[in-house]
């Protein structure tokens, strides 16, 4: 049985990003590490954005940059000027491909193909199995996320950010490729938070997807049949779908953080790496994972690795609304860009924000609404 001092168990966004930052900082040559992995990680299967004032070390793997976006609901629509910000756009396949061919060159980085069917901490090390083999470690990394911990419990609302994208060539000139559609709220709330997001690639090319932030998934044709409903209304009358995604991010503010342990640590979505309140996983898990190298080159102990904010607050006190009337995401989000600072709001989602700047974002949104989550979110941790 093989030993390890490191084992990343999954290898999705967070776990690549932390083990491709270790190789990059030189510290970690005399370290084995063991990738575990059912997924090869061979197909375009997802697309990550995310705002950025400077070019990042995943610029390489940025296929489209926009200046501006747009905010759209049935009432309104609003350009926003994203400067000194841009909108980036990474194509997953352009991710692994630059992560993998600079990871597996190192000699100390082992990558198996194999679903992991156990994880098991013992008093001097981690015992890790797969369908076929065993292994031993120092440090796990999982990044497998189990909904059954937050679904066990009510403390901590669980909506899900789901969606399915086509990426669709139009027969003419239809789309700005100069500005995406951040969010399109016209499309019927049916009860719930929905919109549309559109990435224009060029003047005929763009992926649009149909996004809920609610707590059932709906069947596949009927996110289907409102794409094909908003491509009518943008007047498209021949297209072709090029490529397909979906893709189901849960939302919650449930304390993942407490399973961490001296030796092992959950990362990415089962780490709570996720942005609570909008799904955005990208600029999170770059930031964490920086966090978390540097963390492995001070401290031994993983339990005290992750850091409560003001922010995990307020996103819970978002969840709290939406989980009880999930129809008013629209006027929330709404009130936000509707003469809100676009790039102080950017600042606020991406955590960096001081509390006066807090209170100038929150004062747009509706006051009773938070006034009174703020109050349900107090009781219910006193209980």
């Known amino acids: 049985m093989k030993h390890y001092d490191y084992i990343f168990t999954g290898t999705g966004l967070a776990a690549l990003m932390t083990v491709y930052k270790m190789v990059l900082s030189g510290k970690f040559e005399d370290k084995t590490i063991l990738l575990l992995d059912e997924n090869p990680k061979k ?70 193909i194999e679903k992991v069917t156990e994880i098991n901490e013992l008093q001097n090390h981690v015992y890790v199995a797969s369908e076929t083999e065993s292994f031993t470690c120092d440090t796990v990394f999982n990044s497998i996320f189990d909904k059954q911990d937050v679904l066990k419990q009510s403390r901590y609302p669980l909506l899900q950010q789901h969606f399915i994208g086509w990426r669709i060539q139009s027969n003419q000139v239809i789309f700005n490729p100069q500005q995406t559609t951040f969010m399109d709220f016209s499309v019927a709330q049916k009860g719930n938070t929905r919109f549309m997001y559109v990435l224009p690639l060029s ?36 297209y072709e779908i090029i490529e397909k995604e979906q893709g189901c991010i849960p939302m919650t503010c449930y304390p993942f ?26 600029k999170n898990s770059n930031k964490k994972s920086t966090q978390l190298v540097s963390f492995l080159l001070a401290e031994k102990d993983l339990s005290q690795f992750h850091k409560k904010n003001k922010f995990w607050f307020y996103d819970h006190l ?66």
């Not at 309104?76 to 194509?91: A, C, V, W």
């Not at 596949?220 to 094909?228: H, L």
């Open 43 to 112: 197909n375009n299967d997802r697309t990550w954005c995310f705002w950025e004032e400077n070019p990042t070390i995943w610029e390489e793997s940025v296929s489209k940059k926009w200046d501006s976006a747009l905010f759209v609901n049935e009432e309104f629509s609003r350009d926003l000027d994203l400067h000194p910000y841009q909108y980036n756009m990474i194509q997953g396949l352009d991710f692994y491909k630059q992560v993998f061919e600079h990871i597996l060159k190192e000699t100390n980085i082992t990558f198996v």
């Open 203 to 238: 003047e005929t090319e763009a992926l649009l997807e149909y996004t809920l932030f609610s707590h059932q998934l709906l069947k596949k044709e009927e996110y289907e049949t409102e794409i094909q409903n908003y491509i009518q209304k943008l007047g498209i009358p021949q």
């Open 257 to 282: 953080w407490k399973k961490n342990t001296k030796r092992v640590l959950n990362i990415g979505t089962a780490g709570g790496w996720t942005k609570a309140s909008t799904g955005y996983t990208f």
């Open 318 to 383: 978002l969840l709290n609304i939406l989980d009880r009337k999930n129809e008013l995401g629209s006027s929330i989000f709404s009130s936000l860009f509707k003469k809100g600072d676009p790039n102080l709001i950017f600042k606020f989602l991406d955590e960096e924000t001081s509390l006066f700047e807090d209170i100038k974002v929150i004062l747009k949104c509706p006051k009773a609404l938070f006034i009174k989550a703020f109050f349900r979110v107090l009781f219910n941790f006193k209980k």
